[in-house]
């Protein structure tokens, strides 16, 4: 029911022409008005010169922003990279040894130039080696080769090539082999 009334009051009421033609021209006006002092607030220089400070702070204010953001940035990454590299506690760090995979010690190096008659016993430049039960032959270890593989034969003969380690002095000209690691024939040149 009040729609019906509210359409009515509505349809009763009319605009003039006169009142269409003056809000025209007010709208006309204000836009004019608006327009002038626009124009005259560009023209005052005071204003000019409180927009350009404006300006100027706000580009000094974003500039000083950035480079505080950057030394902080850098001073983060300097900081981080201690942890980076130490990520373990004191008290979590393994005990454990790490597998030995450097070289073998080697003190008897060179070629045989001459064999004991029970061929347990060699000489090589200046060293007579001899070579016994508790003499370890071939090179143990986990990087060690496959006993197939190794360059070790069985029987000691003039012209081989021979690696191994002593404990003992061998500036006396005369030791016990610890270890024989190599005893390989030297390679023939194919012709």
Request: charged letters at 20%; proline letters at 4%.
């Amino acid at each position: 029911m009040k729609k019906s009334v509210y359409k009515s009051a509505m349809s009763r009421v009319k605009t003039s022409e006169d009142f269409n033609e003056v809000t025209y021209q007010k709208l006309l006006s204000e836009m004019d008005n608006t327009k002038r002092t626009t124009i005259n607030n560009h023209n005052n220089p005071k204003e000019r010169v409180n927009m350009q400070t404006a300006k100027k702070r706000t580009v000094k204010g974003w500039t000083i922003g950035i480079a505080a953001c950057a030394v902080l940035a850098v001073g983060t990454f300097t900081m981080n990279q201690s942890t980076l590299f130490n990520t373990q506690s004191p008290s979590a760090v393994n005990t454990t040894k790490p597998p030995v995979t450097g070289k073998a010690a080697v003190n008897i190096e060179g070629v045989i130039s001459e064999v004991s008659a029970d061929g347990k016993s060699f000489k090589v430049g200046d060293l007579w080696v001899t070579v016994t039960d508790a003499t370890k032959l071939g090179i143990k270890g986990p990087t060690a080769a496959k006993p197939s593989e190794e360059l070790l034969q069985k029987e000691f003969k003039v012209g081989n090539i021979v690696s191994g380690y002593t404990s003992q002095d061998t500036s006396t000209g005369k030791v016990t082999a610890d270890n024989i690691y190599n005893n390989m024939a030297p390679q023939k040149d194919a012709q």
